[in-house]
Every structure is written in structure tokens, then in C-alpha cells.
């Protein structure tokens, strides 16, 4: 597949909309912030669904305990157990995060958390082992975020798609250190990278427990990527991947074309069904694909394209193109979450054993990433002038906003 991916027939470049039209979509979009902490257990609601989920991840503790974990790398990987209250479906759609608008949230009309405990890796393994038991298939489901994620962030996102979706495989959350700013985007690349290791050995512990029947897996953005790396990792290792590996679903995956068909590769034979979920129209992987050298990003290519529609069938590699789908961010890039329809379709492949980032983006952030282009400084200083006026009103610019500062400057603050 690599040797053909190869061949440059990708068409024209996407193009990014100009600087007023980011600023008017990103004006219609601004939503009002939301309070940090909510994390913070509180008592249950009988009228809300809960969703069990065991959480493993490199990212360090947060200083606020209701955050649990930061966007910083920790040298160990570090596990919690976490239990999520969603409210009936008759006060939120499907595909929605109700996030709440204060503390302490509501159960009844908020997503809030009911329990969120550090365990150490044999309770982990405890838990684990006790709820594949309990399972009515032996399934576990692995979802890997995306780009620009706070903890919380993927772990109600998660929460949600279980939800949603009707997915009966036991819920384990893979989180990396993400800092969930659209500035550092390098930062997280590298975060993905630094946890490669860590997602490859939850990977081989699910393979050898017998308890485990089947393992799907659901990597959303730059997730694809550790997702990928981390089957190919383990394919070299042990010479193939397991039988019970069944699913891989990639929603927008950031990640190269033609290293994409190089993984692949490298990956042997026997290997899970992967279904690809691409649209066409996503604002966020153009600008990903001018960001590493104008190379077509796989979470948008047009499947129906050459060399792309032969070699994917070659494959068996099913595609879902979600391009006509209106749901998801403004830049199009959460569609397979928050469209309702899509959600449902993941877990009804979940459910037959056949072959997906909330975002914390405030106003000031949508015009630095507007303004930062080829010359990274000089445009990340404009995008800092003008956003400035937005920080003063807008929590989440005002969360990002020294990120974007530290990115120019050292501890002295002088401009790099």
C-alpha cells in the first residue's frame, strides 16, 4: 500500500479560509466559558446514566484536585478509576457534552462526575479483569483523543460516545499529555510520541488476558497517530498482531497519507478491520496539511479519489466519508462524536463484532491559529495583538493565553 500511496495524484490544495472569514465564523461560534475543576465527585442523580470507565494515561497531576491531570508528561503511566453521570436524554441530544455552567454540577441537567479515583496498576488490573467479567462479550473499547485535550475534556467526550453509541465493551481511556492549546500543537505531537511505549503495553496486556475476548480500539485527530504507532510497535514486536484486535476506527485521523500505508504495511497480514472516517470539508486537518509539507492528511482525502479508492479496497479498509454530515465543531473535525447518526453506527459495529476531541478553543485562540503561518513567530505575535482584546473577555482565550506567550518568549520574556 506505501509504494502506491506514494504516487502524487492528491489534487489541488485545500485552502484555508482568509483571516475576516475565520473571524466571523469564529464570532458566530464563541461560546461562553465553562468552570475548570469538574472533576470534583458529587452525589447521584437517579434520573441520569452513569458510565464506568478505567482511565490510563502519561500525563502528570494537576495541582487542582478536581482536574486530577495536567497537560504535562509524567515519567510513569498513572491510572484512575472514573465514574460519569449524563443526564436523561429528554434534557440533552445525542452527541451533545452538557458541560456544566457552574459548580458544583448539576447531575440532572450536566455531565458530573460521581467518582474519580487514582488506583495504582493492580487495582487497575483488578478493575479491569472485574468488569470484563461482568461483560455480556468479553469486549473492551480503547478510545485515544486528539489533539488540543485537557483531561476532562476526554474524559467526558469518552463518556458521551459510550453513552451514545450503546457500546457494551468495558470503557478504557488511553489520555496523553495534550496542553490544549492550538499553539501547541509541536508539544502534543510529541506527547503522542513520548506515550507510544505506554499505549504499546496496554495493548500487550489486553492481548494476553484471557479474559479479554476482543479488543476494539477508536482514535480520534492526532490520536490515529499513537493509535497506529503503537499497533505497528507491537506488530514488529511479537511478528503480527492478535486475532482478538478486531476493530480499529479512525475518525479524522492527523496523520500523513503516505505514512499511514507505510504502518500498514508494517503491520502484517493479520491484521483488525479498520474503518477510516474522512470529510473532506475538515478545516482543521488543511491546516495540518500545510503544517507538514502540503502532503494530504488521511482523515481528508477523498476516498472515491485514485490512488486512494483502489488501495483502500485492496486493504478491506472501510471508509465512511461524513463530508455531507452538518455536525461537529465549526471546523468540522468532531463529526463522528457529535453527529448522532454516526455515533450510533460506531456502536452498532461495536455491537456486532463488524468493522472519533472536545476542544476547549476560546475566541483569541481560533485568531492566533488564523494568524500563525509559515513565519511561526511573527505570526503568532499578530495573532497575540489582536487576540488580546478577546482574553479580556473570554475565559477559555484567558486559560490558553500564556501558553501562547510562553511560546514566544523564555523566562526572561524575551522573544525567541
Known amino acids: 500500500?506505501?509504494?502506491?500511496?506514494?504516487?502524487?495524484?492528491?489534487?489541488?490544495?485545500?485552502?484555508?479560509?482568509?483571516?475576516?472569514?475565520?473571524?466571523?465564523?469564529?464570532?458566530?461560534?464563541?461560546?461562553?466559558?465553562?468552570?475548570?475543576?469538574?472533576?470534583?465527585?458529587?452525589?447521584?442523580?437517579?434520573?441520569?446514566?452513569?458510565?464506568?470507565?478505567?482511565?490510563?494515561?502519561?500525563?502528570?497531576?494537576?495541582?487542582?484536585?478536581?482536574?486530577?491531570?495536567?497537560?504535562?508528561?509524567?515519567?510513569?503511566?498513572?491510572?484512575?478509576?472514573?465514574?460519569?453521570?449524563?443526564?436523561?436524554?429528554?434534557?440533552?441530544?445525542?452527541?451533545?457534552?452538557?458541560?456544566?455552567?457552574k459548580l458544583p454540577p448539576n447531575p440532572e441537567t450536566d455531565f458530573a462526575t460521581l467518582k474519580a479515583e487514582e488506583i495504582d496498576r493492580g487495582a487497575a488490573e483488578k478493575w479491569l479483569n472485574s468488569q470484563v467479567?461482568?461483560?455480556?462479550?468479553?469486549?473492551?473499547?480503547?478510545?485515544?483523543?486528539?489533539?488540543?485535550?485537557?483531561?476532562?475534556?476526554?474524559?467526558?467526550?469518552?463518556?458521551?460516545?459510550?453513552?451514545?453509541?450503546?457500546?457494551?465493551?468495558v470503557p478504557v481511556l488511553a489520555t496523553w499529555p495534550s496542553r490544549g492549546s492550538l499553539l501547541a500543537y509541536g508539544y502534543d505531537r510529541e506527547s503522542t510520541n513520548y506515550t507510544r511505549n505506554a499505549v504499546e503495553r496496554l495493548f500487550q496486556y489486553l492481548a494476553r488476558d484471557p479474559e479479554v475476548k476482543e479488543v476494539s480500539i477508536l482514535a480520534h485527530s492526532m490520536g490515529n497517530w499513537l493509535a497506529l504507532e503503537s499497533l505497528r510497535q507491537m506488530a514488529i514486536r511479537n511478528d503480527g498482531l492478535p486475532a482478538k484486535f478486531r476493530n480499529v476506527m479512525l475518525a479524522a485521523p492527523d496523520v500523513d497519507v503516505d505514512v499511514f500505508g507505510s504502518q500498514i504495511a508494517d503491520m502484517g497480514k493479520q491484521r483488525p478491520r479498520f474503518t477510516l472516517f474522512v470529510s473532506r470539508d475538515d478545516r482543521a486537518l488543511a491546516v495540518s496539511r500545510r503544517v507538514w509539507g502540503n502532503v494530504s492528511r488521511?482523515?481528508?482525502?477523498?476516498?472515491?479519489?485514485?490512488?486512494?479508492?483502489?488501495?483502500?479496497?485492496?486493504?478491506?479498509?472501510?471508509?465512511?466519508?461524513?463530508?455531507?454530515?452538518?455536525?461537529?465543531?465549526?471546523?468540522?473535525?468532531?463529526?463522528?462524536?457529535?453527529?448522532?447518526?454516526?455515533?450510533?453506527?460506531?456502536?452498532?459495529?461495536?455491537?456486532?463484532?463488524?468493522?472519533?476531541?472536545d476542544s476547549r478553543l476560546g475566541l483569541g485562540d481560533h485568531i492566533v491559529a488564523a494568524t500563525a503561518g509559515a513565519a511561526h513567530s511573527v505570526g503568532t505575535a499578530a495573532g497575540l495583538v489582536v487576540a488580546a482584546p478577546a482574553a479580556l473577555v473570554d475565559q477559555n482565550t484567558r486559560r490558553n493565553y500564556v501558553h501562547h506567550v510562553e511560546s514566544l518568549a523564555g523566562p526572561s520574556g524575551g522573544v525567541r
Open 298 to 357: 488521511l482523515g481528508a482525502i477523498d476516498p472515491e479519489q485514485s490512488p486512494y479508492k483502489e488501495e483502500l479496497a485492496a486493504n478491506g479498509i472501510t471508509v465512511v466519508d461524513l463530508t455531507k454530515i452538518k455536525a461537529g465543531d465549526n471546523l468540522h473535525h468532531t463529526k463522528f462524536a457529535e453527529s448522532p447518526e454516526i455515533v450510533r453506527l460506531i456502536g452498532s459495529r461495536l455491537s456486532s463484532g463488524q468493522t472519533l476531541t
Open 133 to 169: 467479567r461482568k461483560s455480556p462479550d468479553g469486549s473492551v473499547l480503547v478510545f485515544i483523543h486528539g489533539f488540543n485535550n485537557h483531561f476532562e475534556d476526554a474524559v467526558f467526550r469518552f463518556a458521551q460516545i459510550v453513552h451514545d453509541s450503546g457500546a457494551r465493551s
Open 1 to 101: 500500500m506505501a509504494r502506491h500511496l506514494n504516487r502524487n495524484a492528491r489534487g489541488g490544495v485545500p485552502s484555508w479560509p482568509s483571516l475576516p472569514c475565520v473571524l466571523c465564523l469564529m464570532l458566530l461560534s464563541a461560546c461562553a466559558g465553562r468552570p475548570t475543576g469538574v472533576l470534583e465527585p458529587v452525589a447521584a442523580s437517579p434520573s441520569a446514566a452513569q458510565v464506568e470507565m478505567l482511565v490510563t494515561t502519561t500525563r502528570g497531576r494537576a495541582e487542582k484536585p478536581g482536574e486530577m491531570f495536567s497537560g504535562e508528561r509524567a515519567l510513569s503511566p498513572t491510572f484512575a478509576d472514573i465514574t460519569v453521570s449524563i443526564p436523561s436524554d429528554t434534557v440533552r441530544k445525542a452527541g451533545e457534552v452538557a458541560w456544566p455552567r
